[in-house]
């Protein structure tokens, strides 16, 4: 069967569902299912392991967030770096969702999803001159500047172009977002934005500039954040510095208050989206600026899964070993982040005393380790197992450490499915290597 075909829903029985706390998914006869698709379906077409993502989730969780911003006047971008598969990109753009990107790569992603150039902001530390030229000849909506540097490279290609490049400066407000050290970016020894008390006179150097058009502000503390305080400090930060410009007679028009929107887990909640609009308009909701987010994670990360399969089990010194098809390098989070996925058996859980689980994969480092569960049941090899919350960081962060193929990704929507990113197997990356004709410099001399 080829991976690009567009396949049925399987029939469904009769018996009731079996809900597993998400609308997505739920059990049908004891399955789990994706919108109504038993992910057994969708491993026999596709094989394992596979990440599955869901439209309809997608979809929603846009909707939920914009019902809470909206009123504000607040725009989302998405942050293309949590998922950057085209159709996903694609399902945003036709809600009308903008792009926040970090690469030119990520760029011509959103373009080619249909994303308006007027709609993607360009941010990240090291943009080349080569994609600084290409966002203006774009035309993007906006570059967020986060060192003076990178100010001048903008201003200089520019120029070349004869264009006025869009602007805002990136604040570093020096706040701890109280998440991993590898996710927080905004305290002041961190390698992003501009430290908040050099803004002032940065900004009125680049105002005067002719080449740059400084539309306003841009802050981002960090990912994975469910206590909102952090982005309390820093917008109030933010509206101050806006008070302080705006005294120096500089014009302030637009604030881009970043992502970092955490979500969720097995064990503890997500944040309350009612309580976070709240602080929007409390800290910058009077300063009549035009306001944009960035969230990532908040949109895909609960509408896809990874699915794996057991491969064997292993007891050892009284530790039990589940080893899955799937690894770090397919979901790196665990090994990177110290991150924890919920995972769901995709049968319902055998009946029977079982043990705590230590779910690993095949890769030869000890960091290839998911974690341990206790609530699996008993596991035979053979059983698929689904990590939830996959569906950010989680492809898009996928390599070929150990030669492994890059997985495929499928999306489900409205009783069918179809695969979206097709595996990629070492004979793909074997015709990469062809070598080339050699090259001799002195020769040429």
Same mark, same amino acid.
Request: overall charge negative.
């Given at each position: ?80 770096? #949590? ?73 200089? %290609? ?33 390698? $992003? ?37 952090? $982005? ?6 933010? #509206? ?83 080893? %899955? ?61 689904? $990590? ?39 004979? %793909? ?17």
């Amino acid at each position: 069967m080829s991976e690009a075909t567009t396949l049925p829903s399987p029939a469904r029985a009769a018996a009731p569902l079996q809900k597993t706390g998400r609308g997505w998914l739920e059990r049908i006869n004891n399955t789990l299912c994706a919108e109504g698709i038993a992910l057994t379906e969708i491993a026999a077409a596709v094989g394992t392991p596979f990440y599955c993502y869901s439209a309809r989730a997608l979809r929603q969780n846009f909707a939920d967030l914009s019902a809470a911003v909206a009123p504000l006047g607040v725009s989302i971008c998405f942050a293309v770096k #949590a998922n950057s598969n085209l159709s996903v990109l694609t399902e945003f753009a036709r809600l009308g969702c903008g792009m926040d990107i970090v690469s030119g790569g990520e760029m011509e992603r959103a373009l080619a999803a249909g994303v308006p150039p007027a709609r993607i902001i360009f941010s990240g530390v090291g943009k080349t001159r080569d994609e600084i030229r290409r966002a203006l000849t774009a035309g993007l909506h906006q570059i967020n500047i986060e060192s003076v540097a990178e100010l001048e490279s903008v201003a200089e %290609v520019a120029r070349s172009l004869g264009l006025r490049a869009p602007i805002a400066l990136r604040v570093n407000p020096d706040v701890d977002a109280g998440t991993h050290a590898k996710i927080t970016t905004a305290r002041k020894d961190s390698k $992003f934005g501009i430290a908040i008390d050099e803004i002032p006179a940065l900004y009125a150097r680049a105002s005067a500039m002719p080449e740059l058009m400084v539309t306003g502000l841009a802050v981002h503390i960090g990912s994975q954040i469910r206590d909102l305080a952090p $982005f309390r400090k820093a917008w109030s930060a933010l #509206a101050d510095l806006v008070r302080t410009l705006r005294a120096a007679d500089l014009q302030v028009a637009r604030l881009d208050l970043g992502g970092g929107l955490g979500v969720g887990t097995d064990t503890e909640a997500g944040p309350d989206l009612a309580e976070y609009a709240r602080i929007i308009a409390e800290t910058v909701g009077d300063l009549g600026c035009a306001l944009n987010i960035e969230p990532g994670r908040w949109l895909a990360a609960r509408a896809g899964i990874l699915v794996s399969e057991v491969i064997y089990l292993k007891d050892a010194s009284g530790a039990h070993f589940a080893v %899955v098809d799937a690894a770090m390098n397919d979901l790196m989070r665990p090994a990177l982040y110290d991150a924890r996925h919920p995972v769901l058996p995709v049968h319902a859980p055998r009946g029977g005393a079982a043990p705590v689980w230590r779910i690993v994969g095949p890769i030869c480092e000890s960091s290839d380790d998911f974690g341990a569960y206790p609530d699996l049941g008993p596991l035979h090899a053979g059983d698929l197992l689904a $990590f939830d919350n996959a569906g950010a960081y989680g492809a898009t962060m996928s390599s070929t450490y150990n030669s492994r193929p890059l997985v495929p990704e499928v999306m489900v929507d409205a009783g069918r499915f179809r695969v979206v990113r097709k595996r990629a197997g070492t004979d %793909v990356f074997l015709d990469l290597e062809s070598p080339a004709e050699w090259c001799n410099p002195r020769a040429a001399r």
